[in-house]
């Protein structure tokens, strides 16, 4: 049968998809794709698997992609990170039965992504992306589509994604988003790049950036012409975004937990995180509960906290203490599933670029040098989990003791150290002089003196044997012997 191809995969395998979820590392697995699917997405991803790995490890295979083999999870697109035409290949070998397209992420900006150059970080290097898309077209049982973020100049992006269309991209999914625009940077996505991609490409487009209510997808389609458009964010913070509905937090929280126990395995961390998403206007209130959520280590103890949450939410409704709260900012009370939004900066320039002023103060301002008394209003959130573990911990710079110097090195000298130094370099010098550091936990010369007297110990047992061996009475000497020798053959 031969493989499908631009629109014709979009609507026979893809069924036409207009509603997407994202792939997200660590939080678009198996159970959050279903609950989702159940909301109206129409197509899921994968999260971002890295290819070198999946291509040497079974466990990491079985773990991400075999194990999460379902029938309700279909249409799916396996996304990969790569930098290698070969290994890349490799990878999608592996995973192309699992799923209906593999995908190339060309559009991570993250810093692990800077360190393993990947994602973002090739988009400069367009022999390479092209060799790769094209080897993988042409090896591949499945289409192959891509996944890129977009340059400054709208010519360059547009130039950018007909060269990955012609080296055989059969969908192209544009993050209207530079890749500086992340973290504080991260400003508004350009629907203008994607509207003029989508208007200079003959394979479906996917438009990525902005979405926060079905509203904006509608808007999204109508503005740029996309086939569909994908939500990241906006579906983490509402599963029901695609449904054009809001509902309570807790129903989707309940209903992700029972979508967990339904198909696991699925890491605890991943269902900390969505929690924490799902949760997380109303977190901002209730901070104890917020850290009980980062300390529970069982699936039980998650759903239980849920449920705290749950209860406290009602009691505010009955009360109708939080119904009308003027000092929220949120177009609904806290415990609505609704959008995160980060702060806009006030000066910005096109393209959503922050001039360099007031991105330093955007990104670098300082707290307040903390009061040296260290009360609980002037520390960290960091220093006041500590200051909870251990009251007495005092973070006063001048009131902390100060360490005698190694004299060798620099580091703090060990206090009761034989040697008067740290810990390393005392090891080194015991080491060289055979010699004890109670204080350090070092027994050199103890283990010295062990050793030769276990040595001792048994050449003495040696010659014991000799000499009792020399003193057996000549009779029994023959006697033995005679024993020793091999009995004659009849």
């Given at each position: 049968m031969a493989k499908l191809q631009g629109f014709e995969f979009w609507r026979k395998t893809l069924k036409e998809a207009r509603y997407v979820v994202a792939p997200m590392v660590d939080q678009s697995e198996l159970a959050w794709r279903l609950l989702s699917r159940r909301h109206g997405a129409q197509l899921c991803y994968t999260p971002m698997l890295h290819a070198q790995v999946f291509v040497r490890d079974a466990n990491y295979r079985r773990e991400n992609l075999y194990s999460e083999v379902c029938e309700e999870d279909r249409p799916l697109i396996t996304q990969f990170c790569a930098n290698d035409p070969e290994v890349f290949l490799q990878a999608a070998l592996l995973a192309q039965d699992y799923c209906d397209a593999i995908d190339l992420n060309l559009g991570c900006p993250q810093m692990i992504a800077k360190r393993g150059h990947y994602g973002v970080f090739l988009q400069d290097e367009w022999d390479l992306l092209e060799k790769m898309v094209s080897l993988a077209n042409e090896k591949l049982k499945v289409p192959i589509t891509c996944k890129i973020r977009v340059f400054k100049e709208v010519e360059k992006t547009v130039r950018y994604a007909q060269m990955l269309e012609k080296a055989g991209c059969q969908l192209l999914t544009v993050h209207g988003r530079t890749k500086d625009q992340k973290g504080a940077m991260t400003g508004i996505a350009s629907w203008e790049h994607i509207k003029a991609v989508r208007q200079a490409v003959n394979i479906p487009v996917f438009a990525n950036g902005n979405i926060q209510h079905l509203s904006d997808v509608e808007r999204c389609i109508q503005e740029t012409g996309v086939q569909g458009v994908m939500s990241a964010e906006g579906?983490?913070?509402?599963?029901?975004?695609?449904?054009?509905?809001?509902?309570?937090?807790?129903?989707?929280?309940?209903?992700?937990?029972?979508?967990?126990?339904?198909?696991?395995?699925?890491?605890?961390?991943?269902?900390?995180?969505?929690?924490?998403?799902?949760?997380?206007?109303?977190?901002?209130?209730?901070?104890?509960?917020?850290?009980?959520?980062?300390?529970?280590?069982?699936?039980?103890?998650?759903?239980?906290?849920?449920?705290?949450?749950?209860?406290?939410?009602?009691?505010?409704?009955?009360?109708?203490?939080?119904?009308?709260?003027?000092?929220?900012?949120?177009?609904?009370?806290?415990?609505?599933?609704?959008?995160?939004?980060?702060?806009?900066?006030?000066?910005?320039?096109?393209?959503?670029?922050?001039?360099?002023?007031?991105?330093?103060?955007?990104?670098?301002?300082?707290?307040?040098?903390?009061?040296?008394?260290?009360?609980?209003?002037?520390?960290?959130?960091?220093?006041?989990?500590?200051?909870?573990?251990?009251?007495?911990?005092?973070?006063?710079?001048?009131?902390?003791?100060?360490?005698?110097?190694?004299?060798?090195?620099?580091?703090?000298?060990?206090?009761?150290?034989?040697?008067?130094?740290?810990?390393?370099?005392?090891?080194?010098?015991?080491?060289?002089?055979?010699?004890?550091?109670?204080?350090?936990?070092?027994?050199?010369?103890?283990?010295?003196?062990?050793?030769?007297?276990?040595?001792?110990?048994?050449?003495?047992?040696?010659?014991?044997?000799?000499?009792?061996?020399?003193?057996?009475?000549?009779?029994?000497?023959?006697?033995?012997?005679?024993?020793?020798?091999?009995?004659?053959?009849?």
């Amino acid at each position: 049968m031969a493989k499908l191809q631009g629109f014709e995969f979009w609507r026979k395998t893809l069924k036409e998809a207009r509603y997407v979820v994202a792939p997200m590392v660590d939080q678009s697995e198996l159970a959050w794709r279903l609950l989702s699917r159940r909301h109206g997405a129409q197509l899921c991803y994968t999260p971002m698997l890295h290819a070198q790995v999946f291509v040497r490890d079974a466990n990491y295979r079985r773990e991400n992609l075999y194990s999460e083999v379902c029938e309700e999870d279909r249409p799916l697109i396996t996304q990969f990170c790569a930098n290698d035409p070969e290994v890349f290949l490799q990878a999608a070998l592996l995973a192309q039965d699992y799923c209906d397209a593999i995908d190339l992420n060309l559009g991570c900006p993250q810093m692990i992504a800077k360190r393993g150059h990947y994602g973002v970080f090739l988009q400069d290097e367009w022999d390479l992306l092209e060799k790769m898309v094209s080897l993988a077209n042409e090896k591949l049982k499945v289409p192959i589509t891509c996944k890129i973020r977009v340059f400054k100049e709208v010519e360059k992006t547009v130039r950018y994604a007909q060269m990955l269309e012609k080296a055989g991209c059969q969908l192209l999914t544009v993050h209207g988003r530079t890749k500086d625009q992340k973290g504080a940077m991260t400003g508004i996505a350009s629907w203008e790049h994607i509207k003029a991609v989508r208007q200079a490409v003959n394979i479906p487009v996917f438009a990525n950036g902005n979405i926060q209510h079905l509203s904006d997808v509608e808007r999204c389609i109508q503005e740029t012409g996309v086939q569909g458009v994908m939500s990241a964010e906006g579906n983490l913070h509402n599963p029901a975004l695609f449904e054009g509905r809001s509902p309570a937090v807790w129903e989707m929280a309940e209903e992700y937990l029972e979508v967990v126990k339904r198909y696991p395995p699925c890491t605890l961390s991943y269902v900390r995180a969505h929690l924490f998403k799902l949760w997380h206007h109303t977190l901002q209130i209730h901070q104890d509960l917020r850290e009980e959520l980062a300390k529970v280590k069982t699936l039980e103890g998650l759903a239980d906290v849920s449920k705290q949450l749950r209860l406290r939410c009602q009691e505010e409704i009955a009360k109708e203490k939080d119904s009308e709260d003027k000092e929220s900012r949120l177009p609904f009370p806290h415990w609505i599933c609704q959008p995160y939004v980060r702060p806009v900066p006030k000066e910005t320039v096109t393209n959503g670029n922050i001039h360099a002023s007031v991105l330093k103060k955007t990104v670098c301002q300082k707290r307040a040098l903390e009061d040296c008394d260290g009360s609980a209003d002037t520390l960290s959130k960091n220093k006041q989990k500590k200051r909870s573990r251990n009251p007495k911990k005092n973070f006063c710079p001048e009131q902390k003791p100060k360490y005698i110097k190694c004299e060798q090195c620099g580091n703090p000298k060990g206090n009761k150290c034989v040697f008067s130094l740290c810990r390393g370099c005392c090891k080194k010098k015991a080491y060289k002089e055979v010699a004890d550091c109670p204080s350090h936990g070092l027994r050199f010369k103890t283990k010295a003196e062990k050793r030769k007297a276990e040595e001792k110990e048994q050449a003495e047992r040696s010659t014991t044997e000799v000499e009792t061996s020399d003193r057996i009475p000549q009779p029994l000497q023959d006697s033995r012997r005679e024993l020793e020798e091999p009995l004659p053959l009849l």
